[in-house]
């Protein structure tokens, strides 16, 4: 008698507990949305609520603000002296930067002027030179402009002589 007592508490603990099973895992689909078919769940066609929250601006657009071309001498050893012309172009965000920017020319033409005469003309040699210079000018607009935030310096044209 104990063995067939036995056998019938598992199968009513089997009917009963599978149901239940099923149902939980239901009912968690229906609430996660994940069943869309059953009434309450998530339509695909269904608008999603408007936030209350503000539209993000749209972003700013890079404009580019052009650099005077500006000419110096490079710190050469050596009795000849080496110069450099380089031509440029300012990347900032926006016609505000560019404003700020361009009240600010004069100031930045001064720092790059004396940067370049500072450099070396083995400084500025190869692509890695080049690289060197263009983070350096960066930082020294970024300065110059203080507002403004420059995000790149475009060379249109870099002559050593």
Request: hydrophobic share 45%; charged share 20%.
């Amino acid at each position: 008698m104990g063995a067939s007592a036995k056998g019938g508490k598992k199968a009513r603990l089997l009917l009963l507990g599978v149901p239940v099973l099923l149902l939980c895992g239901a009912v968690g689909l229906w609430f996660s949305g994940l069943m869309p078919g059953l009434p309450g769940g998530m339509q695909p066609d269904q608008p999603r609520a408007v936030s209350a929250e503000p539209r993000q601006p749209p972003p700013r657009v890079p404009t580019l603000v052009q650099m005077p071309e500006i000419t110096a001498n490079l710190n050469a050893s050596g009795r000849r002296a080496t110069f450099i012309k380089m031509r440029s172009q300012i990347e900032v965000l926006g016609q505000d930067d560019a404003a700020a920017l361009t009240s600010a020319l004069p100031r930045l033409v001064d720092l790059f002027t004396v940067y370049l005469r500072e450099m070396r003309p083995e400084e500025l040699r190869g692509s890695a030179g080049t690289h060197r210079l263009r983070e350096e000018l960066i930082a020294r607009a970024n300065i110059a402009a203080h507002p403004a935030r420059v995000t790149d310096v475009l060379f249109q044209e870099i002559l050593m002589q």
